[in-house]
């Protein structure tokens, strides 16, 4: 059941991000700051335990 409670535990980790939001024209013209605040917002997740 190793591969069940692995998908359980991804599907934790998915559910858990707060929704990011950015406007078009932010995404548009400021691509490298939208691609940096969702790393930011990543890092701030809960990392899955490894094994």
């Not at 599907?11 to 929704?19: C, E, G, H, T, W």
């Not at 995404?27 to 939208?34: E, I, K, M, R, S």
Request: proline share 8%; glycine share 8%.
């Amino acid at each position: 059941m190793k591969g069940f409670n692995g998908s359980i535990r991804l599907k934790q980790r998915i559910f858990s991000l707060a929704p990011v939001r950015f406007w078009n024209p932010d995404v548009l013209t400021n691509t490298d700051g939208v691609l940096e605040m969702i790393l930011l917002e990543l890092d701030k997740s809960p990392h899955p335990s490894a094994g």
